[in-house]
């Protein structure tokens, strides 16, 4: 009898034992699943903060609850973002910290984040998928210009601050891949007197005969899905559009109420059935009086026309980004502080285009891009 009750006993607690262990289990399984579903929570969230600044759905600073979804074990998470500190290079890109914060039952995942933001996304500087064309003057502040194919008209193209052919202020747009202010083409660069690299005088520009590498790439026209997305994020022109005439003087002077007050305003113009190119005419205000403006247009374009100017204004004036997805021509005076891009260019009229160091620090929505500096 003794032996039967030790027996049961002992199977009395192995019993337990297992019970015990098999519910261990299940409570380290269940802590694991909700720690794995808030680190992907987190991660998600992040990429999504990524996501809202790009598009100027929220500011430098914000902070912002998603609801719980998923499960189970469903996930609830907090995004943070707020402004980095200045960048150690001493350019003038901002950075930014953003911080994910997941949690489902007990388990909880913090994400940190540093980004480098920066201009990208659209070609930027002055820039041309295919050839260039200058039968005018042009001056370029702060940044270079780049073109995939051949550049014709070099001689009129200066540098603001360039007091000597080797002597030019620094590229700030891309000072990693360029230390000064210079024209870089995938093709030939030529002035009147021929081809730069077959005259005398020294030259600080790089083409095909020097072995330059980044300028196909930096003046690359986006592709669908990015031009899809620009369109998706797009405020309609309204009645600044009249047939074939886009006045940006009369575009809505700040973005979208859902979005961030600094973000810039988005127009995208369809080709439709316009048989010309769009004309782009009128003098936006700037910043603060109007935010920049970043206008993409399918097909051709001409800055400046079918209105008069005042003597020594420009006829076309903007803060912010143009980029046509076929040619386009300067025929009138263009005064741009941001970016300038088209398959092909032809500048015929007065240009003057110059990044500043606001431009730089936050560019527009829809003209961002951004490189992680630290995560953990």
């Avoid at 620094?170 to 660069?189: F, K, N, Q, W």
């Avoid at 077959?198 to 990015?226: F, I, M, N, R, W």
């Avoid at 100017?309 to 997805?325: H, I, S």
Wanted: proline share 8%.
């Amino acid at each position: 009898m003794l032996v039967v009750l030790l027996v049961g006993a002992v199977a009395a607690l192995a019993s337990a034992s297992l019970v015990a262990a098999v519910l261990s289990a299940s409570a380290t399984d269940a802590a694991d699943r909700g720690r794995d579903a808030c680190a992907a929570g987190a991660d998600a969230g992040l990429r999504r903060l990524l996501e809202q600044v790009r598009w100027g759905l929220t500011g430098e600073s914000a902070s912002m609850t998603l609801a719980a979804e998923g499960g189970p074990p469903a996930v609830g998470t907090t995004l943070q973002v707020r402004p980095g500190s200045a960048a150690a290079d001493g350019t003038f890109f901002s950075t930014l910290e953003l911080s994910a914060a997941s949690s489902a039952g007990a388990a909880r995942v913090l994400r940190w984040l540093t980004a480098l933001l920066r201009p990208g996304v659209l070609p930027h500087g002055l820039a041309a998928a295919g050839d260039l064309v200058v039968l005018a003057p042009v001056e370029i502040g702060a940044c270079g210009v780049y073109v995939g194919g051949d550049v014709l008209g070099r001689e009129q193209i200066a540098f603001e601050g360039a007091v000597e052919p080797l002597l030019a202020p620094p590229d700030l747009l891309y000072p990693e891949l360029y230390s000064a202010t210079a024209v870089h083409a995938a093709g030939a660069i030529y002035t009147a007197e021929g081809e730069i690299h077959d005259l005398p005088s020294p030259t600080l520009d790089t083409d095909v005969h020097v072995g330059e590498p980044y300028a196909a790439e930096l003046s690359a026209l986006p592709g669908p899905a990015l031009l899809a997305g620009l369109q998706r994020h797009a405020t309609g022109p309204g009645p600044a559009l009249a047939g074939d005439l886009l006045r940006v003087d009369l575009l809505p002077a700040q973005p979208p109420a859902e979005a961030d007050p600094g973000a810039g305003l988005i127009v995208y113009v369809e080709a439709g059935a316009r048989l010309g190119p769009l004309v782009v005419a009128g003098r936006r205000e700037p910043p603060p009086v109007a935010c920049p403006l970043v206008l993409v247009i399918e097909g051709d374009a001409v800055l400046g026309g079918d209105t008069v100017a005042a003597p020594e204004e420009p006829a076309c004036e903007l803060n912010g980004a143009v980029l046509a997805t076929g040619d386009l021509r300067v025929d009138e005076a263009t005064r741009l502080t941001g970016s300038l891009a088209a398959d092909g260019m032809v500048i015929a009229a007065p240009l003057a285009l110059r990044l500043d160091e606001a431009w730089l620090a936050w560019p527009p929505a829809g003209c961002r891009e951004f490189e992680v500096v630290r995560r953990w």
